[in-house]
C-alpha cells in the first residue's frame, strides 16, 4: 500500500517538476521558449531519478564503507535488514561531527544508508539499531525515492524561480516573457517547495519511528537516540541546505532560522511520546 501511493507521488512531483520548467520558461521567454524549457525539464527529471541519491550523499561528503571498515555497523545493517526482509543497503558513513542519519535511492535495490561520525561517537548498540531501523523503515515503505527527490526539487525551484525574477523581465514586448509571472514565482515558488516537504515527511517520520521500534524490539532505545539527537543538533551546525533537511531523522540545525509551521518534521516530543505509548502496550 505504502509503496503505491509513493510511487504515485513520486510521479505526481515529477510531473510538477515539468510544469514549472514550462512556467519559468514562459515567464522568461514567452510561447518561444516552452520548447527549451520541456527539454530542460525532462533532462531534470531523469536527473532527479537517477542521481538525487548522488547529490544526497555527495552534500554530506559521505563514503562507503565496508564490513572489513567498520564490522559493527555493517553488521548491525545486515541483521536489521534480513529481519526486514530488505535487500542489504550500501552503507555509508559522513564525517559530520553532527550526529544524525539517513536512508536514500531509488528503492529496495538500489538503496543506501548513511550515518554520521558523530553519530557513530555518540550512540550505543542499542541506539544506534534504533536509529538504522527506522531508515531502514524509509527504505521498506518506499519512501527514500521520494523524499530524496523532494529535497533536490525543493533546491531547484529555489534556483529556477531566482532565475525567473533575475531574467524575466527583461523582455517588455508582448511576445516576450512576463515581469510579474516572474516575480509571482520568486514569491510562490519557495513556498510551494516547503510545501511539498510538508506534506512528505511528517507522517512518513511517524511511520517509520513504528516500524523501527518494532524491527529494533523495543521502542525505547530509539526514543533515547531521538533525545540524544535533538540535544546535540541544537548545538552542533550540519552544513547541509535547509531544502535537504527533510532526508534526516532528526532536522539538522543548518544556522538558518525556519518558521515552526514549515519545520519538515513532526516535533520531537510527541514522536518520543508515541514512542513510548508502543512500550507501556507491549
Given at each position: ?45 531523469i536527473f532527479a531519478f537517477f542521481f538525487s541519491d548522488k547529490i544526497a550523499l555527495a552534500t554530506m561528503q559521505a563514503q562507503q ?218
Open positions: 500500500m505504502f509503496g503505491i501511493w509513493n510511487n504515485t507521488k513520486t510521479t505526481l512531483l515529477l510531473a510538477g517538476m515539468m510544469g514549472l520548467c514550462l512556467g519559468i520558461g514562459y515567464a522568461i521567454g514567452g510561447n518561444g521558449a516552452l520548447i527549451p524549457a520541456l527539454i530542460i525539464g525532462g533532462a531534470l527529471n564503507v565496508t564490513r572489513e571498515e567498520d564490522p559493527e555497523l555493517v553488521d548491525l545493517v545486515a541483521d536489521l535488514a534480513r529481519r526486514a526482509e530488505l535487500p542489504m543497503p550500501k552503507v555509508y558513513v559522513s564525517p559530520a561531527a553532527a550526529p544524525n542519519a539517513f536512508a536514500t535511492g531509488r528503492g529496495p535495490h538500489h538503496s543506501a544508508v548513511c550515518v554520521t561520525a558523530g553519530l557513530r561517537q555518540m550512540m550505543s548498540r542499542e541506539e544506534l539499531a534504533g536509529v538504522l531501523a527506522h531508515e531502514l523503515g524509509h527504505v521498506k515503505h518506499r519512501d527514500i525515492l521520494i523524499s530524496t527527490i523532494a529535497a533536490i526539487m525543493a533546491g531547484a525551484i529555489s534556483v529556477l524561480a531566482r532565475l525567473a525574477l533575475f531574467t524575466g523581465g527583461g523582455r517588455g514586448d508582448r511576445r516576450g516573457g512576463n515581469p510579474l509571472a516572474a516575480i509571482l514565482l520568486m514569491i510562490f515558488a519557495p513556498l510551494a517547495a516547503v510545501l511539498i516537504q510538508l506534506a512528505i515527511s511528517r507522517s512518513r517520520e511517524y511511520e517509520a519511528d513504528r516500524f523501527g521500534a518494532k524491527l529494533a524490539g523495543s521502542p525505547r532505545p530509539l526514543a533515547r537516540a531521538l533525545q540524544v539527537l535533538t540535544h546535540a543538533n541544537s548545538r552542533i551546525p550540519l552544513d547541509v541546505p535547509q531544502t535537504q533537511s527533510s532526508l534526516f531523522i532528526v532536522a539538522p540545525f543548518t544556522g538558518e532560522k525556519a518558521s515552526r509551521l514549515f519545520m519538515t518534521h513532526p516535533p520531537i516530543e510527541e514522536r518520543i511520546r508515541r514512542l513510548m505509548e508502543m512500550e507501556q502496550r507491549r
